[in-house]
């Protein structure tokens, strides 16, 4: 069975970890690779012992620690063309890189994995779902808006690990980020707020989601306890009164938890529906947050590489 771990998620760093018994692969690698082999080893997995990496887009934030961690591991990392291409500009170790084209499966193991596009101001974004016989695990980060491509892959998977990055009224009132953040967070192509997640939620629902894990959260913008709030409250006032609601955090890591369906029974059938899109302009302000102290300073090779990162 598939199970999903999370060793950190934020806009400084995401990186978390889908195994299936010995295949053992990362989704993004935007920790340091320091940060990246604690993690792993506080989870009780060896960090020589990775399968491979695959990744969502090529922002900092989900690829910086690239570079290190491979400098003594030759992965395979899989990305789409356009991905391919902007990260393996930055990255000088001996990886393998496996390109697919956005909207392709392929397998890693015993793992099928579907790709699927999403707006998001990078090159060639995408989500995945990971399945095998017996679950399925969607993730979705970084995304300005939901689709209904979105809504129709992600449709009845077991798990969903989804971002949630900020909290309208909170982005609205901060007082610490220029017009022009807010506007990038907000808009089409930056990333999605508590209430478009929970309507996300709410519309990918079946009756074998157990477990949503919430992501991406902003440190200034969102709060857990208010993403899982909102999320929750939709989730029963659309009758999925079982579904475990729960948020990843930067630093400490979510452990490993095995993605299988619901209790039979536990949820209603529930009609489709696609979520409302935000109005135009609908939210403002928010600026870069303020770097890591805890986490070492990542290696990058040049500033062009710092000026993909779209950070909050
Ligand atoms: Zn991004
Ligand atoms: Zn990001």
Not at 70 to 85: E, M
């Amino acid at each position: 069975m598939l199970e999903l771990a999370v060793l950190g998620s934020g806009s400084s760093g995401n990186c978390a970890l889908v195994s299936l018994g010995k295949t053992r692969v990362l989704i993004d690698a935007g920790l340091s690779a320091k940060q990246i082999c604690l993690r792993l080893e506080a989870l009780g997995v060896d960090p020589d012992e990775l399968t491979a990496i695959v990744l969502t887009h090529e922002h900092g934030d989900h690829t910086r620690g690239i570079d290190v961690f491979c400098r003594k591991r030759s992965l395979p990392i899989y990305a789409t063309l356009h991905t391919c291409a902007v990260v393996r500009e930055n990255v000088s170790s001996p990886v393998i890189w496996t390109q697919f084209d956005s909207g392709a499966g392929f397998e890693i193991g015993d793992m099928k994995i579907e790709s699927f596009s999403v707006p998001h101001d990078a090159v060639d974004p995408v989500g995945f779902v990971f399945r095998c016989e017996e679950s399925s695990l969607g993730v979705l980060s970084d995304v300005g808006h939901v689709t209904r491509m979105i809504v129709d892959r992600l449709k009845g998977v077991d798990t969903l690990f989804t971002e949630a990055n900020y909290d309208e009224k909170m982005l609205q009132e901060d007082t610490k980020r220029p017009w022009s953040t807010k506007q990038r967070i907000s808009n089409r192509h930056g990333h999605l707020s508590n209430d478009q997640t929970a309507e996300l939620v709410a519309s990918v629902a079946g009756e074998n989601l157990k477990r949503v894990v919430l992501g991406h959260l902003s440190s200034d913008c969102n709060t857990p306890e208010l993403a899982a709030k909102i999320i929750s409250e939709k989730l029963g006032t659309e009758g999925f009164t079982s579904v475990t609601v729960e948020c990843a955090d930067r630093k400490e890591p979510l452990p490993s938890e095995a993605v299988a369906h619901a209790p039979v029974n536990a949820a209603p059938a529930k009609e489709e529906s696609i979520p409302q899109e935000k109005a135009p302009n609908s939210a403002l302000v928010c600026e870069p947050s303020p770097p890591e102290t805890e986490a070492p300073a990542p290696s990058l090779p040049n500033q062009e590489w710092r000026q993909t990162e779209l950070i909050f």
